[in-house]
């Protein structure tokens, strides 16, 4: 198995290209007070054909195989201080979680010293809290809340801390705790604001979007059943719009088909089909759908900013250097027409509901 890492991460007599990359950018770790700034390792391509050869080995040799395999990894992605970590964790604990052979003491106490090894103060590594919640929770839903909680009551909260807070108000959510699911809500969009990265604030968003929808199907009530289509119709937006680049417009194009082919979606989830049936409407959600893809298939590369050539523009076609310059201005841009989004989705639900 090592050998096998090492044909992945460079070997002895000449490093691979991959090797010499992470080397570039290694985490210069805390060792002394004299070192103060740390630099990290951005993943690259490689964590996700790493991760699809976990599944084959899991597959074809077991949870044992896979889950070594994956250590191996995560090892190396420790020592060069690579981001990549977290989604390796996020292949590795779950795997140690369905091994019968692999205790849960095992298992945290393992995902713990990763974490004890990983700079403290760098929010690219406070996912893996994330997963340890996870973990928790798959013993005790009380303990995993207390675990955050004990966590987030150590520091400021900050937009560093933006997705722990999230990961609180899910289960807050899914413990029925919906008064501190409430209260949590509007601190996690205050910390929000348009000067973030463009991609990374429409993720948020998007995350916010979902908790509320899932907060407001869990209450009681035709108002709950109306916010939740609401906060759920903007959370389609924002997928779609987060994915909207036109360097990549193909990702677009891809995500839609995904939307159509029901791949991807709420069209055929037990949450949505009950809301319309107990709103009514069950008969108009063909004419829903049809409408809201329209919009954000159609209407929102153009609320956004992308021409008809970017938006139909294919691999090959001719395009001036002006063109190229302005698709890549595109992801600088702020992501301010969240408001107007809004507005349409209220009216679109209103209408709809009367």
């Not at 210069?28 to 599944?55: C, G, N, W």
Request: charged share 35%.
């Amino acid at each position: 198995m090592f050998s096998f890492i090492k044909q992945l991460f460079g070997n002895k007599s000449g490093k691979s290209r991959r090797r010499q990359k992470i080397q570039e950018a290694t985490i210069q770790f805390k060792d002394s007070p004299a070192v103060e700034e740390k630099r990290y390792k951005q993943p690259d391509a490689d964590v996700h054909k790493l991760m699809i050869q976990a599944t084959r080995i899991r597959k074809e040799k077991g949870y044992p195989e896979a889950i070594e395999f994956l250590k191996d990894i995560a090892e190396a992605y420790v020592r060069e201080g690579n981001t990549a970590l977290v989604a390796c964790m996020n292949k590795l604990i779950p795997y140690m979680k369905r091994d019968e052979s692999v205790s849960y003491s095992v298992t945290y106490q393992y995902l713990e010293d990763i974490i004890q090894r990983m700079p403290k103060k760098d929010p690219y590594f406070l996912a893996l809290h994330i997963t340890m919640a996870d973990l928790i929770k798959s013993q005790n839903i009380d303990q995993s809340i207390s675990y955050l909680e004990n966590l987030m009551d150590q520091v400021k909260t900050n937009i560093d801390f933006y997705d722990i807070l999230i990961k609180r108000i899910d289960l807050y959510i899914e413990k029925k705790d919906d008064n501190n699911a409430k209260n949590l809500l509007p601190v996690a969009r205050n910390l929000l604001h348009t000067n973030l990265d463009r991609y990374d604030y429409i993720k948020k968003e998007r995350k916010w979007f979902r908790s509320c929808a899932n907060l407001n199907y869990s209450l009681i009530g035709r108002s709950g059943k109306i916010e939740y289509l609401f906060n759920s119709f903007v959370e389609f937006i924002l997928d779609m719009a987060r994915i909207l680049d036109p360097l990549q417009i193909e990702s677009f194009h891809h995500r839609k088909d995904l939307y159509y082919k029901k791949e991807r979606g709420f069209e055929d989830s037990d949450k949505f089909n009950s809301a319309l049936e107990e709103l009514n409407i069950e008969s108009k959600k063909e004419f829903i759908i049809k409408q809201l893809y329209g919009y954000a298939f159609e209407e929102i590369p153009r609320l956004l900013g992308i021409t008809e050539k970017q938006i139909h523009f294919k691999p090959g076609q001719e395009e001036t250097i002006e063109e190229l310059r302005e698709k890549k201005l595109f992801s600088r841009k702020p992501f301010r027409e969240l408001p107007e989004i809004e507005n349409y989705i209220r009216q679109f639900v209103e209408k709809h509901v009367k």
